[in-house]
């Protein structure tokens, strides 16, 4: 295997959001989950992901675990890496954004890397060195109250320059409306005055597609799916890809069970749930139950068994903020959140048991809590189901499975029976 580009990923569901613009740019891509065993069998592909849970895990962590996703990728043949950040660069002064750019870009060699979370596709451009919701600063859209990383600051080049060892540079959108050779010699003016990082400016996807042409050129690069879009698509343009690499990445019905989890509290996944109870059954669990023992996950799966047969079940854990605010108040943050994924990702497994092949799972902890406990390696990456999230198909399982692991606030309404009309 000779790899395009290699992806480090902080989060499960941020690097299917990623594989999936990868795949609908043209490039044969799979998502491994965490960083591969040397005996895992991969078929041959343009780009591969590697997620890992190191957004909010301690600095020194994050970085030893991304630069041995670093090693591995580089050493199946990789040129450039790219380090997948959220579009909303969750983070806090003390990183973890800023320790792995400096890691990564040193082991590269490189003397400066681009940063830029945006995406215009999904509402996140970057102006001046500030990231907007919308038409939003950051700092003053709903998005800024994230429980683990609260995101206080627009301006990206302060953000960014109190995580990082050295100072932080700004490639305004000017620069960038001149295209990707004006773009690299404002990298090499911003190294030469000792800066590591460079904040790009991005508002269409076009501002895009030059990073990414600047961004190749180089080892190392950050930034969310917008960036890798524009790297797909110098990559694309130099004639790696396939025409369907969609497609060809989900062939055949696996058949089965299919089951629904959702543990995401985001005004979306609660829409979603609602609309789900039109079209298959809906269990809402107890959550305080959760935290008093096992009774409340045996009795969802009771619930489930029998119904299973007739079709689709969702089970929710999802509930409203003020609910969850309360329980955290009873229970405490870490400990209320940790009982809640725990408990669907023992119902995952268990549903597995009982024959469930086709499963969606809304919530990223919860995605992340689920795939680790069915021990699951790695996916390759089908059609889109909904804006970042593709449908997974498992890759060196002995049993087939397909997946789809969201975000709280991806897809419209209708989510869970899209994702299941796509899952044969």
């Given at each position: 295997?000779?790899?395009?580009l290699?992806?480090?990923a902080?989060?499960?569901?941020?690097a299917?959001?990623?594989?999936?613009?990868?795949?609908?740019?043209?490039l044969?891509?799979?998502?491994?989950?965490?960083?591969?065993?040397?005996?895992?069998?991969?078929?041959?592909?343009?780009?591969?992901v590697?997620?890992?849970?190191?957004?909010?895990i301690?600095?020194?962590?994050?970085?030893?675990?991304?630069?041995?996703?670093?090693?591995?990728?580089?050493?199946?043949?990789?040129?450039?890496i790219?380090?997948?950040?959220?579009?909303?660069?969750d983070?806090?002064?003390a990183?973890?954004?800023?320790?792995?750019?400096?890691?990564?870009?040193?082991?590269?060699?490189?003397?400066i890397?681009?940063?830029?979370?945006?995406?215009p596709?999904?509402?996140?451009?970057?102006?001046?060195?500030?990231?907007?919701?919308?038409?939003?600063?950051?700092?003053?859209?709903?998005?800024?109250?994230?429980?683990?990383?609260?995101?206080?600051?627009?301006?990206?080049?302060?953000?960014?320059?109190?995580?990082?060892?050295?100072?932080?540079?700004?490639?305004?959108?000017?620069?960038?409306?001149?295209?990707?050779?004006?773009?690299?010699?404002?990298?090499?003016?911003?190294?030469?005055?000792g800066?590591?990082?460079?904040?790009?400016?991005?508002?269409?996807d076009s501002?895009?597609?030059?990073?990414?042409?600047?961004?190749?050129?180089?080892?190392?690069?950050?930034?969310?799916?917008?960036?890798?879009l524009?790297?797909?698509?110098?990559?694309?343009?130099?004639?790696?890809?396939a025409?369907?690499?969609?497609?060809?990445?989900?062939?055949?019905a696996?058949?089965?069970?299919?089951?629904?989890?959702?543990g995401?509290c985001?005004q979306?996944?609660?829409?979603?749930?609602?609309?789900?109870?039109?079209?298959?059954?809906?269990?809402?669990?107890?959550?305080?139950?959760?935290?008093?023992?096992?009774?409340?996950?045996?009795?969802?799966?009771?619930?489930?068994?029998?119904?299973?047969?007739?079709?689709?079940?969702?089970?929710?854990?999802?509930?409203?903020p003020?609910?969850?605010?309360?329980?955290?108040?009873?229970h405490?943050?870490?400990?209320?959140?940790?009982?809640?994924e725990s408990?669907?990702?023992?119902?995952?497994?268990?549903?597995?048991?009982?024959?469930?092949?086709?499963?969606?799972?809304?919530?990223?902890?919860?995605?992340?809590?689920?795939?680790?406990?069915?021990?699951?390696?790695?996916?390759?990456?089908?059609?889109?189901?909904?804006?970042?999230?593709p449908v997974?198909?498992?890759?060196?399982?002995?049993?087939?499975?397909?997946l789809?692991?969201?975000?709280?606030?991806?897809?419209?309404?209708?989510?869970?029976?899209?994702?299941?009309?796509?899952?044969?």
């Amino acid at each position: 295997m000779s790899l395009a580009l290699g992806c480090v990923a902080d989060d499960y569901t941020g690097a299917s959001d990623l594989a999936n613009t990868l795949t609908k740019a043209g490039l044969r891509t799979v998502q491994t989950i965490g960083i591969p065993a040397d005996d895992l069998s991969l078929p041959e592909v343009d780009a591969v992901v590697v997620a890992l849970k190191s957004r909010s895990i301690p600095a020194e962590q994050a970085v030893a675990r991304s630069r041995e996703a670093e090693a591995w990728l580089r050493g199946r043949g990789a040129g450039h890496i790219l380090f997948k950040v959220c579009s909303t660069f969750d983070s806090t002064d003390a990183g973890n954004i800023g320790p792995v750019l400096d890691a990564l870009r040193e082991d590269a060699g490189e003397a400066i890397a681009l940063v830029t979370p945006a995406f215009p596709e999904t509402g996140r451009s970057v102006y001046q060195g500030h990231l907007f919701v919308g038409a939003t600063p950051l700092n003053e859209s709903p998005l800024k109250d994230h429980p683990l990383n609260p995101m206080r600051d627009s301006n990206l080049v302060r953000v960014l320059a109190r995580q990082s060892r050295k100072p932080v540079g700004l490639i305004d959108v000017a620069t960038v409306a001149q295209g990707a050779d004006a773009v690299a010699r404002r990298l090499d003016a911003l190294a030469a005055e000792g800066n590591g990082g460079a904040i790009a400016d991005a508002i269409f996807d076009s501002d895009l597609e030059v990073l990414g042409r600047a961004a190749l050129a180089r080892k190392v690069s950050v930034g969310a799916s917008g960036l890798g879009l524009g790297l797909a698509r110098a990559l694309v343009a130099q004639g790696r890809g396939a025409t369907d690499a969609a497609g060809s990445a989900v062939a055949g019905a696996v058949g089965g069970h299919a089951a629904c989890l959702a543990g995401s509290c985001s005004q979306a996944t609660l829409g979603q749930i609602e609309a789900a109870e039109a079209i298959m059954p809906v269990l809402r669990l107890d959550t305080e139950k959760l935290l008093d023992g096992d009774a409340e996950v045996e009795a969802a799966l009771a619930w489930a068994t029998e119904r299973l047969a007739s079709g689709p079940v969702l089970i929710a854990s999802s509930a409203s903020p003020d609910a969850v605010r309360a329980l955290q108040g009873r229970h405490g943050t870490e400990r209320a959140g940790h009982a809640i994924e725990s408990a669907l990702a023992r119902i995952a497994s268990a549903l597995v048991a009982r024959g469930v092949r086709r499963l969606v799972v809304a919530g990223g902890e919860t995605s992340g809590a689920v795939v680790d406990h069915l021990g699951l390696r790695a996916f390759l990456v089908g059609p889109e189901i909904a804006a970042g999230v593709p449908v997974l198909r498992t890759a060196g399982a002995a049993e087939p499975m397909l997946l789809a692991l969201k975000s709280g606030n991806f897809g419209g309404r209708d989510f869970f029976a899209r994702a299941l009309d796509l899952m044969p």
